[in-house]
């Protein structure tokens, strides 16, 4: 399995210029939340001069595979050539290594600003209440706790807003949906990449 993923870097070898390689390791960089849209995967294929768009999914999961560890994985800049097997030609290990070693100090700290930038959900409440003392329909009150390093004090916030009772029970599932989505954004940035499409 492992040799068959690797026996594809050599299509790289399509690629008229080192600029071109480049473009593609940054296009992998830039989309590695939301995966290659249409217009990227033709203007790589083009580059590469393949006519069968099945053909670079494998390719870009190997080159996906090489930026994560590059950029998770505690490697020094001058190991990053001791990520490919002996079966990758020399010429495309010196290259790939080259611009490897180019981005990953760009690139980890694009992923320090995705961590801090997210605050996690501490505890989500919430409460029936009046508006002020008139005789009104009663609100729903939601009290988020966030807990984010780079802000408040001792890194929480609390936030708190009002909800009409006729729309309690949407917004209900749309905040434990964000509270699920919010608690587990940490693990899913994280996690394997089965595919092409899915996040570095």
Known sequence: ??????????????????ESVEYI?????RTRKI???A????LICEMLQLQNDSDLDPLLVCLR?????CVYENI??????????????????????????KFQKEWRADIHMDEVS??????????MASQDNEVTEPVAVINL??????????????????????????????MYCIRDQLSNLGETSNGPCSQEMNAV
């Open 118 to 127: 997210y605050p996690r959900l501490k505890a989500m409440t919430w409460s």
């Open 39 to 42: 217009d990227d995967r033709r």
């Open 25 to 29: 390791l940054q296009s992998l960089w």
């Open 65 to 69: 595979m090489l930026i994560r560890r």
């Open 145 to 174: 706790k966030l807990q984010n390093d780079t802000q408040a004090p001792q890194g929480e916030m609390d936030l708190k807003f009002q909800l009409a009772k006729e729309t309690l029970d949407t917004m209900l599932k749309s």
């Open 35 to 37: 995966g290659l849209d």
């Open 76 to 101: 020094s800049k001058d190991d990053i050539q001791k990520l490919f097997p002996n079966e990758v030609l020399p010429e495309l290990q010196r290259l790939l290594a080259l611009l490897l070693q």
């Open 1 to 18: 399995m492992e040799r068959t993923l690797w026996g594809h870097l050599p299509l790289l070898v399509r690629a008229n210029s080192k």
